[in-house]
């Protein structure tokens, strides 16, 4: 599912982002330029929702190293 249509960004990339380690509000606007030309800011107003996913991306990653 789309989470930011002016940047064509999903769940799945933010959820890869927080595998890579970008679990931070500063770090996911700056890697996928929320607020930057070409956005309408919606999504950095909503930053908590990319963080739950973020978070929930580096934790099943967390998992899958573990469970081995």
């Given at each position: 599912?789309?989470?930011?249509?002016?940047?064509?960004?999903?769940?799945?990339d933010v959820?890869?982002?927080?595998?890579?380690?970008?679990?931070?509000?500063?770090?996911?606007?700056?890697?996928?330029?929320?607020?930057?030309?070409?956005?309408?800011?919606?999504?950095?107003?909503?930053?908590?929702?990319?963080?739950?996913?973020?978070?929930?991306?580096?934790?099943?990653?967390?998992?899958?190293?573990?469970?081995?």
């Amino acid at each position: 599912m789309y989470v930011c249509l002016c940047k064509g960004i999903t769940e799945s990339d933010v959820r890869e982002a927080g595998r890579a380690g970008f679990v931070m509000p500063c770090q996911l606007k700056s890697k996928f330029g929320l607020k930057q030309s070409g956005c309408c800011g919606r999504c950095a107003k909503s930053i908590h929702e990319f963080v739950e996913i973020a978070v929930q991306g580096a934790s099943s990653s967390y998992h899958s190293t573990t469970d081995r």
